[in-house]
């Protein structure tokens, strides 16, 4: 059984930093696509960055310009370093990673999830 493992979240002030890691583990999976999302409250879960198996990236554009996603195929982790984090930031962050052909910021693509890491930033 595949898992993925998010670590990294915490509370920061607006405009500050922090960088989320997610680990896969359990049986080898070759991922073609993973993914970072996020769910703030009474709010609908949104697609925040998608990386494929090649390195191409998309980003919303909400965070375009301020987030990175990345992964270390040798380590079997995904990154999303975060910079000037705003209020609006604040949510529960999911990884989650597909198998299958096609590789954009939906969660209907995804075959496995992370349990989340909360991120809360203040004003």
């Known amino acids: 059984q595949v898992q993925l493992e998010e670590s990294g979240g915490g509370s920061v002030q607006a405009g500050g930093s922090l960088r989320l890691s997610c680990v896969t583990s359990?049986?080898?999976?070759?991922?073609?696509?993973m993914g970072w999302f996020r769910q703030a409250p009474g709010k609908e879960r949104e697609g925040v960055a998608v990386?494929?198996?090649?390195?191409?990236?998309s980003y919303s554009d909400t965070v375009k310009g301020r987030f990175t996603i990345s992964q270390d195929n040798a380590k079997n982790t995904l990154y999303l370093q975060m910079n000037s984090l705003k209020a609006d930031d604040t949510a529960m962050y999911y990884c989650?990673?597909?198998?299958?052909?096609?590789?954009?910021?939906?969660?209907?693509?995804?075959?496995?999830w992370g349990r989340g890491t909360l991120v809360n930033i203040s004003s």
């Open positions: 989650a990673g597909s198998r299958g052909t096609y590789c954009y910021r939906s969660d209907y693509i995804m075959d496995s």
């Open positions: 990386i494929n198996k090649a390195g191409s990236t």
């Open positions: 359990g049986y080898s999976v070759t991922w073609n696509c």
